[in-house]
């Protein structure tokens, strides 16, 4: 089993940067994937980046290719999303989370976080 909470939203203006973070409990963390997802008001839950539990695979979706950087620390059981050159089409809940299965649909992860709120205003 596995806990996550996520960390690090906030209000900012467009061009700005953001970090969150997603901490995890568990013993398993460092053995599953981790992803990021992220969704607007009125829209389905998209794809952000993910990481293999290794490191050594990484993924982005094509609108944030660039500007984000996925990152996970397993000796301290923490996720991280960097965020730079905000764009308000970026508003939205992120949510993390960790799974057995690599892959960019949220079906293939088991564990997800609350989330947290970013607001980008132009």
């Known amino acids: 089993q596995v806990q996550l909470v996520e960390s690090g939203g906030g209000l900012v203006q467009a061009g700005d940067s953001l970090r969150l973070s997603c901490a995890a409990s568990g013993r398993t963390f460092s053995s599953y994937h981790m992803a990021w997802f992220r969704q607007a008001p009125g829209k389905e839950r998209e794809f952000v980046a993910a990481?293999?539990?290794?490191?050594?695979?990484?993924s982005y979706a094509d609108s944030v290719k660039g500007r984000f950087t996925i990152s996970r620390d397993n000796g301290k059981n923490t996720g991280y999303l960097q965020m730079n050159s905000l764009k308000p089409e970026d508003t939205a809940v992120y949510y993390c989370?960790?799974?057995?299965?690599?892959?960019?649909?949220?079906?293939?992860?088991?564990?997800w976080g609350q989330g947290t709120q970013v607001t980008v205003s132009s």
């Open positions: 989370a960790a799974g057995p299965t690599w892959g960019a649909q949220n079906f293939v992860y088991n564990y």
């Open positions: 990481v293999s539990w290794t490191g050594r695979m990484i």
